[in-house]
């Protein structure tokens, strides 16, 4: 019997961060030159680091270097609740904009905790 190997697009936290950059793109696409460069650069930039360290460290080899690059994501969480947090009080996102934005990022932490506590439990190396 063969078994089924995980795929990055079998992990929850990936599917919500990944889903998340794309929402949240499409609305700092939108907004004036001096907020898009300024915020706007730096929120994509964070949000996009979650999704891309999470595929980043499920294609490391070794347990230890999975982990380090799942913990870059949970950092890269932290910072764009920061950048969510600006934006609402400079008043680019509308408050569902906010809200959306802030309990997705609310759910990730969570979920990369159990995908590191999946990775430490699974993997021998």
Request: aromatic letters at 14%; glycine letters at 4%.
């Amino acid at each position: 019997m063969e078994g089924k190997y995980l795929q990055l697009n079998d992990i929850d936290a990936y599917k919500r961060a990944f889903n998340l950059s794309n929402f949240i793109w499409d609305i700092i696409a939108k907004w004036e030159w001096f907020a898009k460069r300024t915020v706007g650069g730096q929120f994509v930039e964070s949000i996009d680091s979650v999704s891309a360290n999470i595929a980043e460290g499920f294609g490391r080899y070794h347990k230890k270097d999975k982990v380090k690059f799942y913990r870059y994501s949970s950092g890269s969480i932290k910072e764009s609740l920061d950048w969510n947090e600006k934006s609402r009080i400079r008043e680019l996102l509308t408050e569902n904009e906010y809200n959306h934005i802030f309990r997705e990022l609310d759910k990730l932490p969570k979920e990369l905790n159990q995908l590191i506590k999946y990775t430490n439990l699974r993997l021998k190396v």
